[in-house]
T-cell receptor, first 115, second 111 residues
Framework: GAGVSQSPSNKVTEKGKDVELRCDPI?????LYWYRQRLGQGLEFLIY????????KSGLPSDRFSAERTGESVSTLTIQRTQQEDSAVYLC?????????????FGSGTQLSVL | DAKTTQPPSMDCAEGRAANLPCNHS???????VYWYRQIHSQGPQYIIH???NNETNEMASLIITEDRKSSTLILPHATLRDTAVYYC????????????FGSGTKLNVKP
C-alpha cells in the first residue's frame, strides 16, 4: 500500500495560534516517530510510539508540544501557542515493530511556518 | 548516546564511485549504523544498515571497520540524481528507538 502520509504538506500560522499535524503510518506498522528539521539542519527526535506502550516523549522541546496516537494508526502532533522558532519541517516515520535492526520509512513532512 | 561525525560536503564526478566517511567512535556493541539520504524537500530515504559485517544492496555498499568506530558508504557509480544530503546514523536509546541524525554530508555529483 501507500507509504507514510502527512498532512497538511504546508501550514502557515500566526504566532500564538495552535496547530495540529497529522501522520498516517504504513498499515501494520506498530512503531511511529516524530522528528523536527530546522532549515539546513539534521533531524531532531521528538517522540516515539510503540504499540500500546507508554510513548517516549524525551525529545519534546517544551510543554507546548504534545502528541497522540490512536491505537496503531493515526498520530497527531499538536503545538500550542506557536512561536517563530517552531518553524521547521515536521517529519513522521514508521517501522514494522520497533526492532533495532528495522529501517524507518519517512513521510514527506509538514512545512510549518510561524509568522 | 553514540554520535556521528561526517564531512559537511563532498564532490564526486558522475560515473565514479562516491565514498562517504563517517566516524562513530562512541558506538556500543549492539548499536546499528544506518545510512539515509535526503533530497531537497523530501523525507529521508533509507539506503543501507549494518552492525559488524560489510553489507551490500542494490543501492550501495557499507564498509564498517573492525573496531566499529567508523564506516564508509560507497555509491559505486554515482549519478546526478545521487546529489543529496547523506546521513550516517547510529540507532540509540534505551529501546533503540532513537535515530540520531547529525548534519550529514552534502554530496554534489558533477557531470
Amino acid at each position: 500500500g501507500a507509504g507514510v502520509s502527512q498532512s497538511p504538506s504546508n501550514k502557515v500560522t500566526e504566532k500564538g495560534k495552535d496547530v495540529e499535524l497529522r501522520c498516517d503510518p504504513i498499515s501494520g506498522h506498530t512503531a511511529l516517530y516524530w522528528y523536527r528539521q530546522r532549515l539546513g539542519q539534521g533531524l531532531e527526535f521528538l517522540i516515539y510510539f510503540q504499540g500500546n506502550s507508554a510513548p517516549d516523549k524525551s525529545g519534546l522541546p517544551s510543554d507546548r508540544f504534545s502528541a497522540e496516537r490512536t491505537g496503531e494508526s493515526v498520530s497527531t502532533l499538536t503545538i500550542q501557542r506557536t512561536q517563530q522558532e517552531d518553524s521547521a519541517v515536521y517529519l513522521c516515520a514508521s517501522s514494522p515493530g520497533g526492532a533495532r535492526n528495522e529501517k524507518l520509512f519517512f513521510g514527506s513532512g509538514t512545512q510549518l511556518s510561524v509568522l | 548516546d553514540a554520535k556521528t561525525t561526517q564531512p559537511p560536503s563532498m564532490d564526486c564526478a558522475e560515473g565514479r564511485a562516491a565514498n562517504l566517511p563517517c566516524n562513530h567512535s562512541t558506538i556500543s556493541g549492539n548499536e546499528y549504523v544506518y545510512w539515509y539520504r535526503q533530497i531537497h524537500s523530501q523525507g529521508p530515504q533509507y539506503i543501507i544498515h549494518g552492525l559488524k559485517n560489510n553489507e551490500t544492496n542494490e543501492m550501495a555498499s557499507l564498509i564498517i571497520t573492525e573496531d566499529r568506530k567508523s564506516s564508509t558508504l560507497i555509491l559505486p557509480h554515482a549519478t546526478l540524481r545521487d546529489t543529496a544530503v547523506y546521513y550516517c546514523i547510529v540507532r540509540v536509546g534505551y529501546n533503540f528507538n532513537k535515530f540520531y541524525f547529525g548534519s550529514g554530508t552534502k554530496l554534489n555529483v558533477k557531470p
